[in-house]
């Protein structure tokens, strides 16, 4: 009787799952948002309960997945009706680099660090801040790149232009620190670096937010005067 009171159970979980997900649509799987992960810890912690408590039956279980699910679609049909709402629950879009400018402010809102920044556009194919004219960071932690004209992706046989390889870029200096490790990793000393950074004008290394070369580019740098506080 256990067994089939624990296979009746898991079929019920399966289904409700399946239907809600039906009932939110497609999209909604490629949009995975922190509160879409409470909606499964949820159902796992129903799920769990029920199995292991022999006292809870089928009909109790499903009356707690009915409501789970009823709750769930209710609080997604809203979000989609209240803009105001969809941010307080979902949040919005935040627009960490804007004209080339990073936003210090929104970059601190979203707990993320300079190197965490590189690693996201590196997993897009972007080795260089340089090259990022606008970044959006998404609700669901993805980001949306918007490049300047120059290093939009062109087919160079159509060009006619030599093929040349490009070095990934790395950080030297990040809020005003210089990374010693990475200094040791591509064979330099921070006495070259210190010459580097006078060589462009920038005595005060305190100064400077991130800075990140390459053998073929070069340096990149943005000051903490090149970024911007605003709240949007």
């Not at 809203?78 to 969809?86: A, D, G, K, Q, Y």
């Not at 000051?223 to 949007?232: F, L, R």
Request: charged letters at 25%; a neutral charge; one cysteine or more.
């Amino acid at each position: 009787m256990d067994y089939v009171m624990t296979g009746g159970k898991l079929i019920i979980g399966l289904v409700a799952l399946l239907v809600v997900i039906r009932l939110l649509g497609k999209k909604h799987l490629s949009q995975m948002t922190p509160y879409d992960v409470v909606y499964l810890l949820v159902f796992g912690g129903i799920l769990e309960e029920s199995l292991y408590d022999n006292k809870i039956s089928i009909f109790l279980f499903l009356f707690s997945v009915v409501v789970w699910a009823v709750a769930i679609y209710a609080v997604e049909k809203i979000v989609t009706l209240s803009n105001p709402l969809r941010i307080l629950i979902k949040g919005e879009t935040d627009k960490l680099i804007h004209d080339g400018k990073i936003n210090k402010k929104l970059m601190k809102k979203n707990q993320l660090e300079m190197e965490q920044l590189r690693t996201m556009l590196r997993k897009q194919g972007i080795f260089s801040l340089r090259e990022v004219r606008d970044l959006f960071i998404e609700p669901g932690g993805d980001i949306s790149i918007n490049q300047y004209a120059k290093y939009k992706p062109v087919a160079v046989q159509d060009m006619n232009l030599e093929n040349r390889e490009e070095e990934p870029t790395v950080l030297l200096i990040d809020e005003g620190q210089i990374k010693k490790e990475v200094l040791d990793f591509i064979g330099k000393t921070e006495a070259w670096l210190y010459a580097e950074m006078e060589r462009l004008g920038h005595v005060n290394l305190q100064h400077i937010l991130y800075c990140e070369w390459s053998k073929t580019e070069g340096f990149f740098l943005k000051t903490y005067a090149d970024v911007s506080n605003s709240e949007k």
